[in-house]
């Protein structure tokens, strides 16, 4: 009798163990995920930052502007959504299929799935 009460104290241990193993397999899934997304997002702004010293140092070479100027017009861009916080304001665009408002952020659709068209140098830049 005491090894009834023994074996099902050890498979309840051992439930235990394997429900916190699971847990932590689907946290290690999320975090995988994350750093495929943050690698992702790195690549991307290595781009941004060659694409934009090629081009501050092609229009200072050619002296069709300053410096001065480039920053006077990332200011510009800068305020264009209204706050000056160092990033670009993201417009929003209608589907060309659905007709619906799309994030241009966003590669895809939201409500019918249609790819959205690259407009930026950046994300034409590889392919």
């Known amino acids: 009798m005491l ?3 023994w074996d099902l104290h050890q498979s309840g241990r051992i ?18 995920s994350v750093e495929e997304r943050l690698r992702v997002a790195e690549e991307r702004i290595e781009k941004l930052v060659l694409v934009n010293q090629a081009l501050v140092e092609l229009l200072c070479a050619k ?3 300053t410096e001065a100027e480039v920053l006077d017009k990332v200011i510009e861009i800068d305020l264009r ?3 000056q916080d160092g990033r670009l304001g993201q417009p929003s665009t209608a589907c060309g299929k659905c007709g619906r408002t799309v994030n241009q952020r966003r590669g895809k659709c ?13 994300d034409r830049i590889g392919e």
């Open 81 to 83: 959504d209204g706050v």
């Open 3 to 5: 090894n009834f009460f």
């Open 63 to 65: 002296r069709q502007v």
């Open 110 to 122: 939201l409500y019918c799935g249609e790819e959205q068209a690259r407009n930026s140098l950046v």
């Open 15 to 32: 439930n235990s163990a394997e429900s916190r193993l699971s847990s932590a397999e689907q946290k290690l899934t999320q975090i995988r």
